[in-house]
């Protein structure tokens, strides 16, 4: 669907959409509870229906509700072939899960998924005494369990899910088991793993983020789970409002332990205007500065943070460039290729990407089926100088299926 967008001004106050993240960590936790659980405020994004999907198929039961969720977990295996879609959390996150069956299950996907290396996982199962087998390094994947427990060394340097499938799956194993990790990025991500787990009752012993520890034959406890506003969707919102609004954000918790929370600190360095309380955040358009930020830990940022950059005035620069290569798209190449049409020049040396902020331009643009370029895309047109063509922008429903809605709710002008 190609979709365009006015230049148009911001004002009002939206809720945040729902963390997709937390909302699918949470349903495999459900699933492996015993017992009946029920998750507040869930996203019902295409990935977070990948999950459920696969969770049924694991043998949950998901009754769905506009405001909630209610999961009754560890049943008995209904479905031998699962398709994670293409969230790249679900792959590498219900992998090890998968691995928790005698049965043999083939996990595959769709699109981007497809396209994106699997070996990871093939290795860590094999390590831990489970079959595991992809196409050449890519999906389908063939499990065959249970994994039993024991040792395992990964390379945390491209993600952290598989970590967080590991770490989902060993309580529930007869062994204990020892996962060292090697140069793990994205930490606060399993942050947010071992908080959900010990809200279900399990325990990880993390060493430092290089050893961790998982105590076997523990049980997962049903909870009642509440879902915290997503800060990598609401991070498009709030850009959207320091370069041409007067908004406020709900649903985002400044307690929070989500790594793109740090938009903020970007935001603030470029010189916005915003005030932050507990569980919302005010911010208004102003004059803006170039500047420099770390996104290794929070690569979902670098869409968001290229907006804002292009309208500050001098030279931003964002590290962790390399974090980008397996996402949705070439992130890095689709973010210079997009923003070139719109007259942001973009420069990429190693693992550093520069953007000289300017006056974005009207275009025709395209989404390379990927939801962050989309919005960031769609975010960057409401202070162009024209009207900006996006094509394939369906694809936010990957994440954020009310975000046009949501930019027309605060006053844009969104044309389908």
Not at 269 to 284: E, L, N, Q
């Amino acid at each position: 669907m190609e979709r365009y967008i006015d230049p148009s001004p911001l004002k009002g106050t939206v809720k945040a959409p729902s963390s997709k993240s937390m909302t699918q960590r949470a349903i495999a936790a459900a699933l492996l509870a015993d017992g009946q659980s029920t998750i507040h405020n869930p996203s019902y994004c295409d990935d977070s229906l990948a999950a459920m999907s696969i969770a049924v198929g694991l043998g949950a039961r998901i009754e769905p509700h506009s405001d909630k969720m209610i999961v009754d977990g560890t049943g008995n295996l209904r479905e031998s072939k699962l398709n994670c879609g293409e969230s790249g959390l679900a792959i590498r996150m219900f992998s090890p899960i998968a691995a928790l069956f005698p049965e043999k299950i083939i996990l595959t996907g769709a699109n981007s998924l497809r396209k994106r290396p699997m070996k990871m996982i093939e290795e860590a199962l094999n390590q831990m005494g489970v079959s595991c087998t992809s196409s050449g390094g890519f999906l389908p994947l063939t499990i065959k369990g249970p994994i039993k427990g024991g040792r395992c060394e990964i390379d945390g340097s491209v993600s952290s899910q598989l970590l967080t499938g590991l770490l989902m799956a060993l309580p529930l194993a007869q062994e204990d088991s020892e996962i060292k990790v090697n140069d793990l990025k994205s930490k606060p991500y399993i942050e947010m793993t071992i908080q959900i787990l010990k809200s279900f009752g399990v325990t990880i012993h993390n060493e430092n983020f290089s050893l961790f520890r998982i105590p076997g034959n523990q049980k997962y406890i049903p909870y009642d789970y509440t879902v915290e506003g997503d800060w990598s969707g609401g991070a498009f919102l709030l850009v959207a409002g320091a370069i041409n609004g007067e908004l406020t954000i709900t649903g985002l918790q400044k307690a929070s332990r989500q790594s793109d929370m740090t938009i903020l600190d970007a935001l603030r360095d470029a010189g916005a205007k915003m005030k932050i309380s507990d569980d919302s955040v005010w911010i208004s358009h102003s004059p803006l500065k170039a500047f420099s930020f770390d996104a290794t830990h929070s690569p979902d940022l670098f869409p968001p943070l290229t907006v804002l950059a292009a309208y500050c005035d001098g030279v931003s620069t964002i590290k962790g460039v390399t974090r980008l290569i397996h996402k949705e798209s070439n992130r890095a190449e689709a973010l210079r290729l997009e923003f070139g049409k719109l007259k942001i020049m973009i420069d990429i040396d190693g693992d550093i990407m520069s953007i000289t902020g300017g006056k974005p331009e009207g275009a025709k643009v395209e989404s390379h089926d990927d939801h962050r370029i989309t919005m960031a895309m769609a975010v960057a047109a409401l202070k162009a100088s024209g009207r900006v063509y996006i094509r394939d922008s369906q694809c936010v429903g990957k994440s954020y299926p009310g975000f046009f809605d949501d930019l027309r709710t605060l006053g844009a002008t969104v044309h389908e």
